[in-house]
T-cell receptor, first 113, second 115 residues
Framework: GAGVSQSPRYKVAKRGQDVALRCDPISGHVSLFWYQQALGQGPEFLTYFQNEAQLDKSGLPSDRFFAERPEGSVSTLKIQRTQQEDSAVYLC???????????FGQGTRLTVV | GQQLNQSPQSMFIQEGEDVSMNCTSSSIFNTWLWYKQDPGEGPVLLIALYKAGELTSNGRLTAQFGITRKDSFLNISASIPSDVGIYFCAGPRFAGGTSYGKLTFGQGTILTVHP
Protein backbone atom coordinates (compact mmCIF):
# COMPACT_ATOMS: atom_id res chain seq x y z
CA GLY A 1 0.00 0.00 0.00
CA ALA A 2 0.94 3.64 -0.30
CA GLY A 3 0.70 4.56 3.37
CA VAL A 4 1.90 3.33 6.75
CA SER A 5 0.06 0.14 7.67
CA GLN A 6 -0.45 -1.09 11.21
CA SER A 7 -1.87 -4.35 12.45
CA PRO A 8 -3.92 -5.38 14.18
CA ARG A 9 -6.25 -2.36 14.24
CA TYR A 10 -7.69 -3.49 17.56
CA LYS A 11 -6.28 -5.74 20.25
CA VAL A 12 -7.83 -6.81 23.52
CA ALA A 13 -5.39 -8.38 25.95
CA LYS A 14 -5.84 -9.80 29.39
CA ARG A 15 -3.68 -8.21 32.04
CA GLY A 16 -0.35 -10.00 32.15
CA GLN A 17 -0.51 -11.12 28.52
CA ASP A 18 2.24 -10.25 26.04
CA VAL A 19 1.28 -8.41 22.84
CA ALA A 20 3.05 -7.61 19.57
CA LEU A 21 2.03 -4.71 17.34
CA ARG A 22 3.23 -4.50 13.76
CA CYS A 23 4.10 -1.51 11.61
CA ASP A 24 4.75 -1.57 7.85
CA PRO A 25 6.27 1.80 6.94
CA ILE A 26 6.09 3.49 3.56
CA SER A 27 8.43 1.66 1.22
CA GLY A 28 11.91 3.17 1.27
CA HIS A 29 11.40 5.25 4.39
CA VAL A 30 14.48 4.99 6.60
CA SER A 31 13.08 6.65 9.72
CA LEU A 32 10.40 4.98 11.82
CA PHE A 33 8.74 6.27 15.00
CA TRP A 34 6.40 4.76 17.58
CA TYR A 35 4.00 6.85 19.65
CA GLN A 36 1.52 6.09 22.42
CA GLN A 37 -1.74 8.06 22.52
CA ALA A 38 -3.85 7.82 25.63
CA LEU A 39 -7.54 8.67 25.42
CA GLY A 40 -8.05 12.42 25.14
CA GLN A 41 -4.34 13.18 24.89
CA GLY A 42 -1.82 13.97 22.19
CA PRO A 43 0.59 11.30 20.98
CA GLU A 44 3.64 10.69 23.17
CA PHE A 45 6.95 9.68 21.58
CA LEU A 46 8.18 6.20 22.44
CA THR A 47 11.11 5.29 20.20
CA TYR A 48 12.86 6.00 16.88
CA PHE A 49 14.68 3.83 14.33
CA GLN A 50 16.92 4.81 11.48
CA ASN A 51 17.01 1.75 9.26
CA GLU A 52 17.55 -1.15 11.68
CA ALA A 53 19.26 0.94 14.36
CA GLN A 54 17.21 2.02 17.35
CA LEU A 55 18.68 5.46 17.93
CA ASP A 56 16.33 6.75 20.60
CA LYS A 57 14.25 4.74 23.05
CA SER A 58 14.00 7.41 25.71
CA GLY A 59 10.20 7.51 25.56
CA LEU A 60 9.59 3.85 26.36
CA PRO A 61 7.72 3.93 29.69
CA SER A 62 9.20 0.76 31.18
CA ASP A 63 11.37 -2.23 30.43
CA ARG A 64 8.20 -4.12 29.53
CA PHE A 65 8.20 -2.21 26.24
CA PHE A 66 10.51 -3.41 23.49
CA ALA A 67 10.73 -2.43 19.82
CA GLU A 68 12.67 -3.90 16.95
CA ARG A 69 13.20 -3.37 13.24
CA PRO A 70 15.62 -6.15 12.31
CA GLU A 71 15.78 -5.60 8.56
CA GLY A 72 15.21 -1.88 8.49
CA SER A 73 11.66 -2.15 7.20
CA VAL A 74 8.83 -3.69 9.25
CA SER A 75 8.88 -2.87 12.95
CA THR A 76 7.30 -4.61 15.92
CA LEU A 77 6.44 -3.04 19.25
CA LYS A 78 6.20 -5.67 21.96
CA ILE A 79 4.67 -5.12 25.37
CA GLN A 80 5.27 -7.79 27.98
CA ARG A 81 3.01 -8.49 30.93
CA THR A 82 0.48 -5.87 29.87
CA GLN A 83 -1.08 -3.63 32.51
CA GLN A 84 -4.30 -1.63 32.38
CA GLU A 85 -2.34 1.61 32.06
CA ASP A 86 -0.93 0.31 28.76
CA SER A 87 -4.39 0.73 27.19
CA ALA A 88 -3.94 3.32 24.44
CA VAL A 89 -3.66 3.78 20.71
CA TYR A 90 -0.17 2.95 19.45
CA LEU A 91 0.78 4.97 16.39
CA CYS A 92 3.61 4.29 13.98
CA UNK A 93 5.04 6.92 11.64
CA UNK A 94 7.73 6.86 8.97
CA UNK A 95 9.70 9.45 7.04
CA UNK A 96 12.17 9.43 4.21
CA UNK A 97 14.77 11.23 6.29
CA UNK A 98 14.83 12.48 9.87
CA UNK A 99 14.19 16.08 8.86
CA UNK A 100 11.26 15.47 6.53
CA UNK A 101 7.57 15.03 7.17
CA UNK A 102 6.58 11.88 9.01
CA UNK A 103 3.42 10.06 7.90
CA PHE A 104 1.33 8.29 10.51
CA GLY A 105 -0.50 5.00 10.30
CA GLN A 106 -4.05 4.51 11.58
CA GLY A 107 -2.80 3.06 14.85
CA THR A 108 -3.54 -0.03 16.92
CA ARG A 109 -6.01 0.41 19.74
CA LEU A 110 -4.91 -1.76 22.66
CA THR A 111 -7.32 -2.46 25.47
CA VAL A 112 -6.04 -4.33 28.51
CA VAL A 113 -8.77 -5.94 30.60
CA GLY B 1 11.00 16.87 26.36
CA GLN B 2 9.21 20.15 25.99
CA GLN B 3 5.61 20.87 26.99
CA LEU B 4 2.98 22.40 24.73
CA ASN B 5 -0.29 23.92 25.95
CA GLN B 6 -3.18 24.20 23.54
CA SER B 7 -6.31 26.25 23.90
CA PRO B 8 -9.18 26.01 23.81
CA GLN B 9 -9.64 22.34 24.68
CA SER B 10 -12.81 22.20 22.60
CA MET B 11 -14.87 24.39 20.31
CA PHE B 12 -18.45 24.17 19.08
CA ILE B 13 -19.14 26.38 16.08
CA GLN B 14 -21.63 26.87 13.29
CA GLU B 15 -20.75 26.03 9.72
CA GLY B 16 -19.31 29.08 8.01
CA GLU B 17 -17.74 30.57 11.13
CA ASP B 18 -14.03 31.23 11.47
CA VAL B 19 -12.00 29.35 14.10
CA SER B 20 -8.85 30.28 15.96
CA MET B 21 -6.78 28.09 18.27
CA ASN B 22 -3.35 28.52 19.74
CA CYS B 23 -0.43 26.73 21.27
CA THR B 24 2.12 28.01 23.77
CA SER B 25 5.33 26.69 25.25
CA SER B 26 7.69 27.74 28.00
CA SER B 27 10.58 26.78 25.71
CA ILE B 28 11.68 28.11 22.35
CA PHE B 29 10.84 26.05 19.28
CA ASN B 30 12.62 26.06 15.92
CA THR B 31 9.69 24.44 14.13
CA TRP B 32 5.95 24.41 14.70
CA LEU B 33 3.68 21.82 13.12
CA TRP B 34 -0.11 21.63 13.04
CA TYR B 35 -1.85 18.27 12.62
CA LYS B 36 -5.47 17.13 12.28
CA GLN B 37 -6.64 13.75 13.54
CA ASP B 38 -9.94 12.21 12.47
CA PRO B 39 -11.56 9.47 14.58
CA GLY B 40 -9.80 6.15 14.13
CA GLU B 41 -7.01 7.68 12.06
CA GLY B 42 -3.49 8.86 12.62
CA PRO B 43 -2.57 12.56 12.64
CA VAL B 44 -2.15 14.25 9.26
CA LEU B 45 0.19 17.21 8.81
CA LEU B 46 -1.63 20.42 7.83
CA ILE B 47 1.00 23.14 8.02
CA ALA B 48 4.68 23.38 8.96
CA LEU B 49 6.31 26.63 10.15
CA TYR B 50 10.05 27.16 10.13
CA LYS B 51 10.90 30.64 11.39
CA ALA B 52 9.69 33.28 13.81
CA GLY B 53 6.99 35.55 12.41
CA GLU B 54 6.26 33.26 9.49
CA LEU B 55 2.64 33.24 8.29
CA THR B 56 1.68 30.27 6.12
CA SER B 57 -1.59 29.35 4.45
CA ASN B 58 -2.96 26.08 3.14
CA GLY B 59 -6.36 26.66 1.58
CA ARG B 60 -8.70 27.87 4.35
CA LEU B 61 -6.03 27.27 6.98
CA THR B 62 -3.57 29.92 8.14
CA ALA B 63 -0.91 29.40 10.78
CA GLN B 64 1.66 31.73 12.31
CA PHE B 65 4.94 31.11 14.11
CA GLY B 66 5.09 33.57 17.01
CA ILE B 67 7.82 36.18 17.16
CA THR B 68 8.97 34.95 20.57
CA ARG B 69 9.19 31.39 19.12
CA LYS B 70 7.14 30.22 22.09
CA ASP B 71 3.72 30.24 20.48
CA SER B 72 1.78 29.55 17.33
CA PHE B 73 -1.80 29.88 16.22
CA LEU B 74 -4.00 28.18 13.63
CA ASN B 75 -6.98 29.83 11.97
CA ILE B 76 -9.62 28.07 9.91
CA SER B 77 -11.83 30.32 7.82
CA ALA B 78 -15.39 29.57 6.69
CA SER B 79 -15.58 26.25 8.52
CA ILE B 80 -17.31 23.26 6.92
CA PRO B 81 -18.54 19.98 8.47
CA SER B 82 -15.45 18.04 7.36
CA ASP B 83 -13.28 20.32 9.51
CA VAL B 84 -14.52 18.30 12.50
CA GLY B 85 -11.69 16.55 14.29
CA ILE B 86 -8.88 17.07 16.78
CA TYR B 87 -6.20 19.62 15.97
CA PHE B 88 -2.75 19.22 17.48
CA CYS B 89 0.24 21.49 17.55
CA ALA B 90 3.63 19.82 17.69
CA GLY B 91 7.28 20.69 17.77
CA PRO B 92 10.63 18.93 17.95
CA ARG B 93 10.92 16.87 21.08
CA PHE B 94 14.00 18.65 22.39
CA ALA B 95 15.09 22.28 22.20
CA GLY B 96 17.03 22.98 19.03
CA GLY B 97 15.73 19.88 17.32
CA THR B 98 14.60 19.92 13.71
CA SER B 99 13.07 16.48 13.38
CA TYR B 100 9.57 16.22 12.00
CA GLY B 101 9.26 12.72 13.39
CA LYS B 102 10.54 12.99 16.98
CA LEU B 103 7.87 15.31 18.25
CA THR B 104 6.16 16.72 21.29
CA PHE B 105 2.41 17.18 20.84
CA GLY B 106 -0.07 19.45 22.57
CA GLN B 107 -3.19 18.04 24.20
CA GLY B 108 -5.33 18.88 21.20
CA THR B 109 -8.34 21.09 20.41
CA ILE B 110 -11.55 19.22 19.62
CA LEU B 111 -13.52 21.00 16.92
CA THR B 112 -17.21 20.37 16.35
CA VAL B 113 -18.97 22.07 13.45
CA HIS B 114 -22.76 22.28 13.44
CA PRO B 115 -24.35 22.38 9.97
Amino acid sequence: GAGVSQSPRYKVAKRGQDVALRCDPISGHVSLFWYQQALGQGPEFLTYFQNEAQLDKSGLPSDRFFAERPEGSVSTLKIQRTQQEDSAVYLCASSGQLNTEAFFGQGTRLTVV
Amino acid sequence: GQQLNQSPQSMFIQEGEDVSMNCTSSSIFNTWLWYKQDPGEGPVLLIALYKAGELTSNGRLTAQFGITRKDSFLNISASIPSDVGIYFCAGPRFAGGTSYGKLTFGQGTILTVHP
